[in-house]
Every structure is written in C-alpha cells, then in structure tokens.
C-alpha cells in the first residue's frame, strides 16, 4: 500500500540541550517570551517570528495556518492579515485564537492563548506604509481565501494596481491591517530527555494577575 515503507513511528529525538523551571520563568510570561526570543534570534534561526494561527469558524471547525509576528506589546502579539480572509471572517465571529511557535534548534515551544481584537488603524498604517511596493499592491491584488479560476486573475490584479499606483504612493487597503492578541494564557515548553519535558504554564488569576503552574509532560 502506499506509504507502507515510511517509517514514521520510528522518527524521535531525545532532547537535551536545556531545563526549565519556575525560577528561570520568572514572574511576567512576556518578559519571558521576550527572553526567548532573543536567544533564538542569537542562535540564528530562521523565520523565528513564525507562527502558527489557530482560529475556529462558525461550525466549531478549527483551521490553523502559518502567519508572522511583527510585533510584541506590553500586553500582546502583534501580526497583520487581510480582514476579508477565512482567518479574519472567523476572528470576527469568535476572537478566542491561539497560536504556537516551536524553535526546534532550542528544542523549545511556545503556546499562547487569547482575544483576538484590531490595532488602531494608525499603526496597520505605519506598519503598512514600511513593507516593501511589491507587497503593498500584493495586499490589495489578493482576494484572499477567495476562491479564483487561476493564478493569472491575481497576476492581473496586480498589475492593473502597479499601474493604478505608480505615480502615487499605495494607500493601505481598508481591508488589511493588524491584530493584537492579547495573551490569558501562556505555556512555555523545554524539551528533556526521555520525554520528561518541562511545561510552565502561565494563567490570568484574580485581579487580572498572573499564576504560574507546572504541568506534567
């Protein structure tokens, strides 16, 4: 049959690079986050800023996809979208999303959950204003999530807004811009040899504070 010679259930690794515990995690999971960040980023790894995106539509379907962080707040994770995607049709409905980065160079996973909400449109400006000409026409050449006949509806599109913008500089679309999800939940993960991995959990307590747990691997 076919795949019968992949032999996936035999793929592992034994993590051992480094732990994890309550002291190094210390007291604010951002600050930590931030921590972690920056020694992926030392250790070069790319497309740190990676994310995977889970969302759920209206019949409690999930969907998860890849997008990029582009900014951390003192009270969330910032990343921009088209609002007319399958992703922001389902924040709209339901802003409860989660999202995960995993650097396997560090051997280290990052789970977050919370309220998807908009930024102000001065900042989706400002940010939009910073990406290269060819993803600001792309951003308006892309019916996203939409579907089309073939590849050269979207080759069309974007050459009609070239030429439509090449004097004038590119106004961002009112349907992108970012978001900010602000953060109930986040759990950081270590891997440890024979798959005892370290999990410190961060949780909102009372008074909008943060408790810190341990979980079992």
């Known amino acids: 049959m076919p795949g019968q010679n992949l032999n996936i259930s035999g793929i592992r690794k034994d993590y051992m690079l ?23 980023e030392a250790a070069q790894i790319t497309e740190i800023n990676a994310m995977t995106l889970a969302t759920v539509d209206t019949s409690n379907q999930p969907h998860a996809r890849i997008v990029l962080l582009k900014g ?18 389902e924040i ?3 802003p409860q999303v989660a999202l995960v980065f995993f650097w396997k160079e560090l051997e280290r996973q990052v789970r977050i959950e919370g309220i998807a909400e908009k930024i102000p449109e001065a ?20 019916p996203q999530s939409r579907e ?9 599109n974007y050459s009609r807004y070239e030429q439509e913008f090449s ?10 811009g970012g978001y900010i999800v602000r953060p109930f939940a986040i759990e ?8 005892m991995h370290d999990r ?5 307590g009372k008074e909008d504070s943060w408790v810190k747990t341990r979980l079992a691997p």
């Open 18 to 40: 480094a732990e994890l515990d309550e002291r190094i995690a210390g007291d604010d999971p951002l600050q930590f986050f931030k921590k972690w960040f920056s020694e992926a």
């Open 188 to 195: 950081f993960w270590q891997g440890r040899p024979s798959r």
């Open 148 to 156: 089309i006949a073939d590849r050269k509806v979207i080759e069309m």
């Open 123 to 142: 900042d989706s400006d400002l940010y939009f204003n910073s990406r290269p000409q060819g993803s600001r026409i792309g951003a308006w050449a892309s």
């Open 200 to 204: 410190i959990l961060f949780s909102i």
């Open 167 to 176: 004097q004038i500089e590119i106004p961002r679309p009112p349907h992108w």
């Open 92 to 94: 709209n409905d339901n």
């Open 72 to 89: 951390l707040e003192p009270n969330g994770f910032v990343f921009f979208t088209n609002y007319d995607s399958d992703k922001g049709i």
